[in-house]
Nanobody, 119 residues
Framework: VQLQASGGGSVQAGGSLTLSCVASGSSFRLIDMGWYRRAPGKQRELVGSFTMVDGSTHYGDSVKGRFTISRDRAILYLQMNNLKPEDTAIYYC???????????????WGQGTEVTVSS
């Protein structure tokens, strides 16, 4: 399984960006997908996640009300509104998958896309 993230960039505070993550490969089922971020000098934190079975979403406290996760088949989107300088980070896509042929549950990570928010 490969995860290709895109959409990062530089914006001013108050602006918006949309990140995309495409999951590709064969013989797997998506259990859930999510976005994480790592800001300079900080630990990785959950931004938000999407559970495939029921479409439920979960957000980190720092982004609630500003960020929205959605999904279209094997593409996960992260709509980021009202961006703040503290949102500056590298954003990583994550996928929790099930592989029937090996009965294995495996997590994958994308390569990261950088978001910079200036004040």
């Amino acid at each position: 399984v490969q995860l290709q993230a895109s959409g990062g960039g530089s914006v001013q505070a108050g602006g918006s960006l949309t990140l995309s993550c495409v999951a590709s490969g064969s013989s797997f089922r998506l259990i859930d997908m999510g976005w994480y971020r790592r800001a300079p000098g900080k630990q990785r934190e959950l931004v938000g996640s999407f559970t495939m079975v029921d479409g439920s979403t979960h957000y980190g406290d720092s982004v609630k009300g500003r960020f929205t996760i959605s999904r279209d088949r094997a593409i996960l989107y992260l709509q980021m509104n009202n961006l703040k300088p503290e949102d500056t980070a590298i954003y990583y896509c994550n996928a929790d998958t099930w592989h029937d042929h090996t009965s294995a549950r495996i997590q994958y990570w994308g390569q990261g896309t950088e978001v910079t928010v200036s004040s």
